[in-house]
């Protein structure tokens, strides 16, 4: 699993003029089972998206196609960890630690 922490590097009338193709962009994400949650900060400065994919690399490749990050007005922090405990309506992304 993975916290995907999204930090705005461009004012926020940049971001909203991206608005619509970024979240067409979390819907897709969201359809391919690939986003579990997401919003912004609050503070307005970026966002936080609950991911879960194969690999780093998988998600990273991801954030990059973000309209987002491809129209500059944002860069991501990812950070994998092990969901050893979830919540019952997440049991099935549920993580076992490494033997």
């Given at each position: 699993?993975?916290?995907?922490?999204?930090?705005?590097?461009?004012?926020?009338?940049r971001v909203d003029a991206l608005l619509a193709e970024h979240v067409a962009w979390l819907d897709a994400q969201y359809a391919a089972g690939v986003?579990?949650?997401?919003?912004?900060?609050?503070?307005?400065?970026?966002?936080?998206?609950?991911?879960?994919?194969?690999?780093?690399?998988?998600?990273?490749?991801?954030?990059?196609?973000?309209?987002?990050?491809?129209?500059?007005?944002?860069?991501?922090?990812?950070?994998?960890?092990?969901?050893?405990?979830?919540?019952?309506?997440?049991?099935?992304?549920?993580?076992?630690?490494?033997?």
């Amino acid at each position: 699993m993975f916290v995907m922490e999204l930090t705005y590097t461009a004012p926020v009338d940049r971001v909203d003029a991206l608005l619509a193709e970024h979240v067409a962009w979390l819907d897709a994400q969201y359809a391919a089972g690939v986003f579990l949650a997401s919003g912004r900060k609050n503070p307005r400065d970026g966002g936080v998206i609950l991911a879960v994919g194969d690999s780093r690399e998988e998600i990273e490749r991801v954030a990059a196609l973000d309209p987002f990050v491809t129209g500059g007005v944002c860069t991501y922090r990812i950070t994998e960890f092990l969901a050893t405990k979830t919540a019952p309506a997440l049991a099935e992304y549920r993580q076992q630690l490494p033997a």
